[in-house]
């Protein structure tokens, strides 16, 4: 009896591990903005080579590269999408888990939008309006206080007499990350109080900027960028955080808030006049590629310049590409699969 239960636990972990090892597929996963580019791309590889089109999942970036970091293995997926750079910590924790050699991909920018729907009036915001309006606790007669701002006007009496309702991303979503540094902390340093705070307090300062409200006036959509734009054509006094792609494919429903006075256009973001973009990446797990069939081929179609160049496919996603000798860097680095150092 314990030989053949024995042999049976044997005969299953060799059909797992056969089942394994034919992974034809790719697997990516991780964030949600990259998500369309990097669909776009699998459906032009699929159609256009003999590799099967990759299977991708929206994840946000931390919970991507959570996934991405977790091992070696065709278990553990083959690329993961980000919204920001990959952390110096999440580096350390791929290479307990084997995870040693991680090629990293610039694809290209993008920026962050507030949007709103395009029957309603439009918004023109500073940061320091912003970060009042979705910082948890905000300075008041000189006292850190919860924020009591229901109104947009209370903030400032030019801005709309409607409740603040801000749909955006969950803490795992690198949108949250990039919103977080490039508006909220920004967006405080604008007010003396905030200023105030980080020279007498730098810990308590990083806590007030990066802490969002939890009354209902922020609210966490997760990771489908889709469903934002949705709820905005249903709530005419909402707006949404998401990434100028989502904008640019729905511009018949939406509309971008201007922020210090500039719009979130393509020429604006690509010329850094419009201040609140970021780069986008994908890493590549090393170990995996000539394992799983299709990852140089894909990393190939990806930069390549009838993809991610200016006159590529996916600029016509949305993508801000990357400045041409940049790009040809990149695509250099990228097809080599040279080995990230931090």
Known sequence: MIRKTIALAAFAAVAVAGAAEARDQIRIVGSSTVYPFATTVAENFGKTSSFKTPVIE????????KLFCAG?????PDIANASRRIKKSEVETCAKNGVKEITEVQIGFDGIVLANTKTAPAFNLTKGQIFQALAKEVPVDGKWVANPYSNWSQIDAKLPNEEIEVLGPPPTSGTRDAFVELVMETGCLELPACADLKKADEKKFSSVFASLREDGRFIEAGENDNLIVQKLQSNPTALGIFGFSFLDQNSDKIQGSHIEGVAPTFE?????????SRPLFFYVKNAHVGTVPGIKEYVAEFTSEKAWGPEGYLSEKGLIPLPDAVRADAAKKANAFAPLTM
């Open 58 to 65: 929206s994840t946000g970036s931390g919970g991507g590269l």
């Open 72 to 76: 070696v293995g065709v278990e553990h």
């Open 268 to 276: 604006d973001i690509a010329s850094s006049k419009y201040k609140v």
